[in-house]
């Protein structure tokens, strides 16, 4: 089958590299791709969320499947624009459709919905301009640290961490007044403060049943000791040691099944990725966010540990039997480290060439801001790359990762040398 994903970070390219891999798969495109999918793809220059250009590939390139990797093109509804139209809605897609996506696009209605279904997570309010007095009041009823999230989709950067009360009222105020945020704060959700220590959980679904992915912990931080401003995600570990059998089990029963009945109840049509972003509290597991496609980088140590065919659990998923599917996986552990652009995530430089590449012998190297010019791979993004190591464990990993790392060189390269430093 010819097979299109959607997207152009490293996460894309690495659903690129476990495509690649299946027999299924007799053609491989990446739209827009980087320089990673390039050399095991053929890279289409369209935006994601582009539909007519999407169909018109899909169309000339006798698309079979459809992965969708970010989630602006699941939240403007891709997989609904698929269906509506007759030329192309035998074409399977896994990602869900924009009703469900809502479960990332709307922090509120993802409050809402693990309220219905009583799935744990952190008590909150809603607030918009209109009601800004109302949040202020709600903040001082709160203990320290305050957590304001912006309603829509503000590229990972909507979630605000505060200590001060005062500040906590300038924020909501910059947020829903003055639009920080743009369109995603127009309304805020303030949510109370959960303290322990996070997680992410990942969950494919094909409307009725599901299977569980290996769990991971991401870095969100830019400074070491997880300081500094939030980036897109600065390394990542899989499996997650503190992750007991026991707690892996409170996850399946108090989140994960609550979850998949709830868009079953709800008719919220989803065959697709559910990422649950979790935290310990205590010895117990909370919701704290949903995404509705994979992380970035939690996908480069996710998938690597994957040993069963990805492009047949897609089929699985696509023809509603993921069921009969037995998942298999990597004991090992895999870790990953983002290399990133010198003052990302503010001003960075692009256009910097990267050098190395071809020494690493011992990781997975997946290209996420990178692309090719005239046969030399340049800087494209904030996140450059990620170098993915397996090892009996995780320490083991990250050592190989930081030793890969040595041969890899860019202008103003920087990266965190803490990755796991809290397991």
Not at 200 to 225: N, W
Not at 309 to 334: G, H, P, S, W, Y
Request: proline share 4%; aromatic share 8%; glycine share 10%.
């Amino acid at each position: 089958m010819n097979i299109l994903v959607l997207g152009s970070g490293g996460r894309e390219h690495t659903f690129a590299w476990k495509i690649a891999e299946s027999d299924r798969c007799d053609k491989l495109f990446v739209a827009p791709g980087n320089s990673g999918t390039g050399a095991i793809a053929t890279n289409l220059a369209i935006g994601v969320t582009d539909f007519e250009a999407i169909k018109k590939a899909v169309i000339q390139n006798n698309i079979d499947l459809v992965v969708v990797g970010p989630e602006d093109p699941l939240v403007q509804g891709v997989h609904d624009f698929f269906l509506k139209d007759e030329a192309i809605k035998h074409v399977a897609v896994i990602g869900p459709q924009q009703v469900a996506a809502a479960l990332e696009g709307s922090k509120e209605f993802a409050k809402e919905f693990m309220m219905r279904h009583n799935i744990p997570t952190a008590a909150y309010e809603s607030f918009t301009k209109d009601n800004v007095e109302d949040g202020y009041k709600f903040l001082e009823t709160l203990n320290p640290p305050y957590v304001l999230k912006a309603d829509g989709l503000a590229a990972g950067k909507g979630v605000l961490i505060l200590e001060d009360l005062n500040e906590a009222k300038t924020e909501l105020k910059n947020m829903l007044v003055d639009a920080k945020f743009g369109e995603a704060s127009t309304k805020v959700v303030i949510e109370e403060f959960l303290d322990g220590i996070e997680l992410s959980c990942f969950v494919l679904t094909d409307g009725k049943d599901y299977k569980i992915l290996p769990t991971a912990k991401d870095y969100k931080r830019i400074g070491e000791g997880d300081t500094g401003l939030n980036t897109g995600g600065m390394g990542a570990v899989s499996p997650v040691p503190f992750a007991t059998k026991d707690f892996l089990n409170k996850i399946e029963t108090q989140i994960v099944k609550p979850t998949v009945d709830g868009l079953k109840k709800d008719n919220l049509p989803y065959v697709g990725f559910i990422f649950i972003g979790l935290i310990k509290v205590g010895d117990d597991p909370k919701v704290i966010e949903y995404n509705v496609r994979m992380g970035d980088p939690e996908t480069e140590v996710v998938l690597p540990r994957l040993k069963t065919d990805l492009v047949e659990i897609f089929q699985a998923m696509a023809n509603k039997t993921l069921a009969n599917i037995d998942i298999e996986i990597d004991e090992r552990a895999a870790t990953t480290v983002m290399l990133v652009s010198g003052g990302y995530p503010e001003a960075y430089e692009k256009g910097k060439e990267i050098k190395g590449i071809e020494k690493v012998t011992d990781s997975i190297v997946f290209h996420a801001g990178a692309k090719t010019e005239n046969g030399t791979t340049i800087t494209s993004g904030g996140r450059v790359m990620a170098i993915t190591s397996f090892g009996n464990t995780y320490k083991e990993a990250i050592k190989k990762s930081y030793q890969s790392i040595e041969n890899l060189h860019f202008d103003k390269m920087y990266y965190r040398k803490d990755i796991g430093f809290d397991l």
